[in-house]
């Protein structure tokens, strides 16, 4: 899962939110020092990612992408996901994708010292460059990945891994909805468990 499903699926606050985000960027055992819902939520998003590897679903759309992806997949898969996710955005939430997306980013800056030092890097870019809503846009999707290929130093063909999501679009988005309630049933047990 990306940004966007890992915010959905936590509690609506802005530490909620931080973690969910620094999921991707604390590694390691989590510091008592952080605030108790920072922490919770961060633990939760390591389930999250746990929870996606192992899925059969996420396997299944994982294997209909051209294996010569290879380790690339997984992450094309989550950014397909997020893309679904903001573009059928209205069957899950009753809130406006854009009125959620500025609600995070406002509490995001609200709680910006406890951010870890790369999310507060990336925040004035989110917030600059509406990342949550502009992932409706298939041409967002596709600068995202070339971002990402950038980033690994082009270890690995991800930017050309968007040509998957027209080829394949129907059957991932069938298998982002059976994902989505296999994910959600999850968290709100680990949410009463962290």
Same mark, same amino acid.
């Given at each position: 899962?990306?940004?966007?499903?890992? /915010?959905?699926?936590?509690?609506?606050?802005?530490?909620? +939110?931080?973690?969910?985000?620094?999921?991707?960027?604390? =590694?390691?055992?989590? *510091? $008592? #020092?952080?605030?108790?819902?920072?922490?919770?939520?961060?633990?939760?998003? %390591?389930?999250?990612? *746990? /929870?996606?590897?192992?899925?059969?679903?996420?396997?299944?759309? @994982? %294997?209909? /992408?051209?294996? @010569?992806? %290879?380790? $690339?997949?997984?992450?094309?898969?989550?950014?397909? &996901?997020?893309?679904?996710?903001?573009?059928?955005?209205?069957? &899950?939430?009753?809130? #406006?994708?854009?009125?959620?997306?500025? =609600?995070?980013?406002?509490?995001?800056? #609200?709680?910006?010292?406890?951010?870890?030092?790369?999310? !507060? !890097?990336?925040?004035? @870019?989110?917030?600059?460059?509406? +990342?949550?809503? *502009?992932?409706?846009?298939?041409?967002?999707?596709?600068?995202?990945?070339?971002?990402?290929?950038?980033?690994?130093?082009?270890?690995?063909?991800?930017?050309?891994?968007? #040509?998957?999501?027209? /080829?394949?679009?129907?059957?991932?988005?069938?298998?982002?909805?059976?994902?989505?309630?296999?994910?959600?049933?999850?968290?709100?047990?680990?949410?009463?468990?962290?």
């Amino acid at each position: 899962m990306n940004y966007l499903a890992h /915010l959905y699926l936590s509690d609506p606050n802005p530490l909620a +939110w931080a973690g969910s985000l620094m999921g991707d960027f604390v =590694k390691g055992k989590v *510091s $008592a #020092s952080i605030p108790t819902e920072l922490a919770r939520h961060l633990k939760i998003h %390591r389930r999250i990612d *746990s /929870l996606t590897q192992s899925s059969e679903v996420f396997q299944t759309s @994982r %294997r209909r /992408l051209d294996p @010569r992806f %290879r380790h $690339a997949r997984s992450v094309l898969i989550d950014v397909f &996901y997020d893309h679904f996710l903001a573009q059928r955005w209205d069957d &899950y939430s009753s809130q #406006s994708l854009a009125d959620f997306a500025q =609600k995070v980013y406002q509490g995001l800056q #609200s709680c910006y010292h406890h951010l870890s030092p790369t999310l !507060q !890097q990336q925040l004035p @870019r989110m917030v600059e460059y509406d +990342w949550l809503t *502009s992932y409706r846009d298939p041409k967002v999707v596709q600068r995202v990945l070339i971002r990402l290929e950038e980033r690994i130093n082009h270890k690995l063909p991800i930017a050309e891994g968007f #040509s998957q999501l027209d /080829l394949h679009r129907h059957e991932l988005e069938t298998d982002f909805v059976i994902f989505m309630n296999e994910v959600q049933s999850a968290v709100e047990k680990w949410k009463l468990e962290i």
